[in-house]
């Protein structure tokens, strides 16, 4: 049985009154002389009328189509943060699971933080990542014109490799402080390790009591993990009482370890791979991609391929969303 709100979704969609609906995309910068890091916010929501225009995108990978800076429908929607896990990715490339959960009403909110200048500076980001999404929320929900569009009672978190681990901390995962600064060694806990220790840069130089504090959101209802690394580093001491959670595994990536409790949903794509986490590739990115000395595979076998396994990605994060609690 459908709930109300998917019903209340399909009625909005399909309704003369809103026969000019699109999908809207804006952005917020979190800066300014007071602000330590700085984040840029990529809003994506239902919207009204505009100019369709193609939105990021490079030479690489494709973008979405949108329309900037659209006037957003007149009600209050779920709010769902997303927070992409990439190291050294590029700013918002999680644009193609925003988009698709925003043409299925919801207002979500990308995350963009710095991209670490070094190796040395990317090991903190595994406590910066669910800080930058707090801060997030606290942006959106203080502002004087998105704040009216929220449903505060259904705030959820999406995140991907690092962005999904991020996730299950906002859920009240912990930490094992020696299991992660291990991780490289033991059990090759990052598709980051061999770039890290490159530069003779160790998981054990990561701020220790920014590791370690705690990171609960009570705000945050629901929480989904696509790929989430360090997995096997969560102590069994967490609290995720009010939070309910997904994990999703792409194809063999499994967790060595529980990292939530025992209601926590678990679910498998197996044709997907965790490259899946990325946008289609454009048809010349493979090549650029060799020139450049990066890795070709990452556009996985073909753009349809990776397109089939963003379908089935994000009808996973939705169907759940729709009903976090399994009932």
Known sequence: MKSAF????????ASPLYADQTLGVATIDVAGENVERPLRLSLWYPGLGGKVEEMGGNAVFTGETAVPDAAVVARRFPLVLVSHGGLRSARDSGAWLSAALARSG?????????RPATAAEAVDEIWRRPSDTSRALDTVLNHPIWSQH????????????????????????????QAFMQSCGTFGGSPDC?????????????????LTTARKDARVSSVVAIAPEYTHAFSDKSSHAGISALIVLLGSDKPLSSPVDATTQVI???NADVSDGLPVCTSAGPEIL???????????PSAETRSAAHSAIANSVLTFLENPDGS
């Open 194 to 210: 061999g770039w890290l220790e490159a530069h003779n840069v160790s998981l054990g130089s990561v701020d220790l009591d920014a």
């Open 290 to 300: 060799s020139e450049d000395g990066g890795d070709p595979s990452i556009c996985g």
């Open 6 to 13: 998917f019903l209340l979704c399909l009625t909005l969609f």
């Open 268 to 270: 498998e794509i197996p």
């Open 150 to 177: 929220i449903e505060e009672s259904r705030i959820s978190v999406v995140g991907f490799a690092l962005g999904g681990t991020a996730a299950l901390k906002l859920s009240g995962s912990q930490l094992d402080t």
């Open 106 to 114: 919801y207002i979500v909110v990308e995350v963009n933080g710095p």
